[in-house]
């Protein structure tokens, strides 16, 4: 049995055969971009919780025993004793595999295109969806929805090869406030957002809504329905507040 350790207790573990400090039960991935290390990654958001989705973020973990294991380093834990390698053979193979696969998913981003340039992957050997919506599953969307904002607008809908990220029925849902933040977050751009005429659309949910107006400088600036979202939900502010934009009040 490993040792054992609360979680948050400082621990040792090696990247690469070198020590490190690290947090026990932290994201190894965020540990090793904390100390520089570039390990790519689509899904991964610090500010919501690791899904695993894209799998780009793999890595090769050693465990005391010296037993070699490729995982996904967003969703696993800090670890006293272990040896993260990064680039072995193994790993610089599945990750091209990964690549190509997201490439057929997403053959029109311009962000995916350049990492897989970036790790020699040319594409072309899996015919790409031209159908496809650009969109390769990762769940950050959902996450940042459901997490942080609390809308809970939009899910994953069906299995296998039709499985989407959609809104129930397909229809527009009146749970979106248009703030933007699944538009932020999305690695491949493909949800899209526009304003214009006073409304914003959330392009890919079809939720269009009218845009309130700032009383310093009459300028639309956020959706009147997403103010009065923040407004119930927060309570006990002086509703003044949300009558200016940000810089304003």
Request: charged content about 25%; hydrophobic content about 35%.
């Given at each position: 049995?490993?040792?054992?350790?609360?979680?948050?207790?400082p621990v040792t573990?090696?990247?690469?055969?070198?020590?490190?400090?690290?947090?026990?039960?932290?994201?190894?991935?965020?540990t090793?971009?904390?100390y520089?290390?570039?390990?790519?990654?689509?899904?991964?958001?610090?500010?919501?919780?690791a899904?695993?989705?894209?799998?780009?973020?793999?890595?090769?973990?050693?465990?005391?025993?010296?037993?070699?294991?490729?995982?996904?380093?967003?969703n696993?834990?800090?670890?006293?004793?272990?040896?993260?390698?990064?680039?072995?053979?193994?790993?610089?193979?599945?990750?091209?595999?990964v690549?190509?696969?997201l490439?057929?998913?997403a053959?029109?981003s311009?962000?995916?295109r350049a990492?897989?340039a970036?790790?020699?992957?040319?594409g072309?050997?899996?015919?790409?969806?031209?159908?496809a919506?650009?969109?390769?599953?990762?769940?950050?969307?959902?996450?940042?929805?459901?997490?942080?904002?609390?809308?809970?607008?939009?899910?994953?809908?069906a299995?296998g090869?039709?499985k989407?990220?959609?809104t129930p029925?397909?229809?527009?849902?009146?749970?979106?406030?248009?703030?933007?933040?699944?538009?932020?977050v999305?690695?491949?751009?493909?949800?899209?957002?526009?304003e214009a005429?006073?409304?914003?659309?959330?392009?890919?949910?079809?939720r269009?809504?009218p845009?309130?107006?700032?009383?310093?400088t009459?300028?639309a600036?956020?959706?009147q329905f997403?103010?009065?979202?923040?407004?119930k939900?927060?309570?006990?502010?002086?509703?003044?507040?949300?009558r200016?934009?940000?810089p304003?009040?």
């Amino acid at each position: 049995m490993s040792e054992q350790h609360p979680f948050g207790a400082p621990v040792t573990f090696r990247i690469g055969g070198r020590p490190y400090e690290g947090t026990y039960g932290d994201s190894l991935l965020e540990t090793l971009h904390r100390y520089g290390y570039e390990v790519p990654s689509l899904c991964h958001h610090e500010a919501v919780s690791a899904y695993g989705a894209c799998r780009l973020c793999l890595v090769e973990v050693v465990d005391k025993r010296g037993r070699h294991k490729i995982t996904t380093s967003c969703n696993f834990p800090v670890q006293a004793g272990i040896d993260v390698l990064l680039d072995t053979p193994d790993v610089v193979r599945h990750r091209r595999v990964v690549l190509e696969l997201l490439l057929a998913m997403a053959p029109r981003s311009p962000e995916l295109r350049a990492l897989a340039a970036e790790h020699d992957v040319p594409g072309g050997r899996l015919e790409p969806d031209e159908s496809a919506e650009d969109c390769i599953l990762c769940g950050l969307c959902e996450r940042v929805c459901r997490e942080v904002v609390g809308a809970n607008a939009i899910a994953m809908s069906a299995r296998g090869t039709a499985k989407r990220m959609t809104t129930p029925y397909d229809a527009e849902n009146p749970a979106c406030i248009a703030c933007g933040a699944c538009v932020y977050v999305c690695p491949t751009r493909c949800i899209g957002l526009e304003e214009a005429d006073g409304k914003r659309t959330i392009l890919r949910w079809g939720r269009t809504l009218p845009l309130a107006v700032c009383q310093q400088t009459g300028r639309a600036f956020t959706p009147q329905f997403l103010l009065e979202h923040y407004a119930k939900k927060l309570g006990g502010l002086d509703e003044k507040v949300f009558r200016k934009a940000p810089p304003y009040r």
